[in-house]
Nanobody
Framework: QVQLVESGGGLVQTGDSLRLSCAASGRAFSSLRMGWFRQAPGKEREFVAHISQNGISTIYADSVKGRFTISRDNAKNTVYLQMNSLKPEDTAAYFC???????????????????WGQGTQVTVSS
């Protein structure tokens, strides 16, 4: 079993930065593929970023590419999402997700992930 706890959300202004953290407990964090998703009120949960087990491979949604950076520290059992140049449309609850086995074309599919955190709210004011 894997438990995920997100932190770092908050209320910021357009153009500001935030860093989200997701701390994992349980076994074999370094074997987990990790993702960040977000969900705005009235909208479906959408993919934000994915990182491979060793952190070498990362994938981003087009809407955040060049502004967000996903990273991980396997020694600390933690994955991060550095968010720069925030926009009001980035406002959402952000969720950390994890899975051990994933087909390469499933990284953006929320249904493919087995473990989820409770979410942390990010609000960007204009």
């Amino acid at each position: 079993q894997v438990q995920l706890v997100e932190s770092g959300g908050g209320l910021v202004q357009t153009g500001d930065s935030l860093r989200l953290s997701c701390a994992a407990s349980g076994r074999a964090f370094s074997s987990l593929r990790m993702g960040w998703f977000r969900q705005a009120p009235g909208k479906e949960r959408e993919f934000v970023a994915h990182i491979s087990q060793n952190g070498i491979s990362t994938i981003y949604a087009d809407s955040v590419k060049g502004r967000f950076t996903i990273s991980r520290d396997n020694a600390k059992n933690t994955v991060y999402l550095q968010m720069n140049s925030l926009k009001p449309e980035d406002t959402a609850a952000y969720f950390c997700a994890a899975v051990y086995l994933l087909r390469n074309n499933q990284y953006a599919d929320s249904k493919a992930y087995n473990y989820w955190g409770q979410g942390t709210q990010v609000t960007v004011s204009s």
